[in-house]
């Protein structure tokens, strides 16, 4: 790289050639010279750091956002929208009441829910309406049974609902993503129908953080297209947005299809020896580092019991770890019959 001098070296080298061509010359801090040279320095810097900032955009993985983008732009390659979670809520009142469309319901944390059909209270007195998030963003994924409270309950309508499932929801692609395509496409261009072509099809898609193709698994013709969703499993309608897509551009003759991983829950049970950390705080960082670690998994990442146990014990105040579940490392197959992922499962710490 390219040594580029700071504003007092700067600074420092004009006063040394006045110096230098004129001896006499008054250079102290409070000068004339000295005021000329602050000024001059100052400018010069701002055109070095100018320059640098140029040359990290003339390459896409220094690049800032907005160069980033145009870097991809010129592949085909734009940065994925947010998406909005989708799924039902359910409803309880009166038998025969409807639910009006785009009725809205919040949760404690004050995520908007809209109705996006209406439906009729039914026999029971409850009734499950799709709907969807406010707004687009991780935010909007919410486990099932998660309370809600109507935003104006129409008459005959409760005003406490409940998510019946609430997937879906993704934020705009990151730099680092939106790199990671670029890269494969600059890495391995586009081929036809290459297998390489159908990770990147599928990268395209909201939604899809990661994908795995397997030719030839159930013909002599077929891609099995395994994806990966952020937070968890893809939801049904992932899996078909990515078919669709795939299907727009694939190949004709191509057997192709889409699936989602087969998880594999995997129990964790320990006894920590602790020393200044009670066993609900070790439990908790414990946790939070378990399910960071198996939220980065993919296909066919195995789990060993030695990573298990690291983990653990990274946690201040946890002195040992007797590990007795899982017994041994966890296998996990992506072959011609199996795609799967580890997925964590019940912990259980004394």
């Known amino acids: 790289m390219f040594p580029t001098k700071d504003y007092r070296q700067i600074r420092a080298d004009i006063l040394r050639d006045i110096a230098n061509q004129l001896p006499a010359a008054a250079v102290g801090d409070d000068s004339d010279f000295a005021m000329r040279a602050n000024a001059t320095a100052s400018a010069i810097e701002g055109l070095y750091q100018h320059q640098q900032w140029i040359a990290r955009q003339i390459l896409p993985d220094t690049a800032d956002s907005d160069f980033l983008e145009r870097h991809a732009m010129l592949r085909g390659i734009t940065r994925k929208p947010a998406a909005a979670a989708t799924g039902a809520i359910q409803f309880t009142g009166l038998v025969g009441t409807v639910v009006p469309l785009a009725t809205e319901a919040k949760t404690n944390g004050a995520i908007?829910?809209?109705?996006?059909?209406?439906?009729?209270?039914?026999?029971?007195?409850?009734?499950?309406?799709?709907?969807?998030?406010?707004?687009?963003?991780?935010?909007?994924?919410?486990?099932?049974?998660?309370?809600?409270?109507?935003?104006?309950?129409?008459?005959?309508?409760?005003?406490?609902?409940?998510?019946?499932?609430?997937?879906?929801?993704?934020?705009?692609?990151?730099?680092?993503?939106?790199?990671?395509?670029?890269?494969?496409?600059?890495?391995?261009?586009?081929?036809?129908?290459?297998?390489?072509?159908?990770?990147?099809?599928?990268?395209?898609?909201p939604g899809v953080v990661d994908a795995y193709i397997f030719t030839q698994r159930r013909a002599a013709n077929s891609i099995d297209v395994v994806i990966e969703a952020e937070g968890g499993a893809p939801s049904a309608q992932?899996?078909?947005?990515?078919?669709?897509?795939?299907?727009?551009?694939?190949?004709?003759?191509?057997?192709?299809?889409?699936?989602?991983?087969?998880?594999?829950?995997?129990?964790?049970?320990?006894?920590?020896?602790l020393s200044g950390i009670t066993l609900v705080d070790a439990t908790t960082l414990i946790n939070a580092r378990l399910s960071s670690y198996f939220s980065a998994l993919h296909v066919g990442d195995s789990v060993p019991r030695s990573k298990l146990i690291t983990l653990m014990m990274e946690v201040s105040g946890v002195l040992d770890v007797n590990l007795t579940a899982p017994a041994v490392n966890i296998a996990i197959l992506a072959d011609s019959t199996h795609s799967q992922i580890a997925q964590i499962g019940v912990v259980t710490l004394t």
């Open 112 to 205: 908007t829910f809209v109705t996006t059909a209406e439906g009729i209270i039914g026999i029971g007195g409850t009734v499950s309406i799709a709907a969807q998030a406010s707004v687009a963003g991780l935010s909007g994924n919410q486990p099932a049974a998660t309370p809600l409270v109507l935003v104006g309950a129409p008459a005959g309508i409760q005003s406490n609902a409940s998510i019946a499932t609430m997937t879906g929801g993704v934020d705009i692609e990151s730099d680092a993503s939106l790199l990671a395509r670029l890269l494969i496409d600059i890495r391995l261009p586009p081929a036809g129908g290459a297998p390489h072509d159908y990770d990147a099809w599928a990268l395209e898609v």
């Open 238 to 273: 992932l899996i078909l947005d990515v078919a669709a897509h795939i299907e727009s551009v694939r190949p004709c003759c191509a057997d192709v299809l889409v699936m989602a991983p087969t998880f594999v829950p995997v129990d964790i049970t320990a006894v920590l020896a």
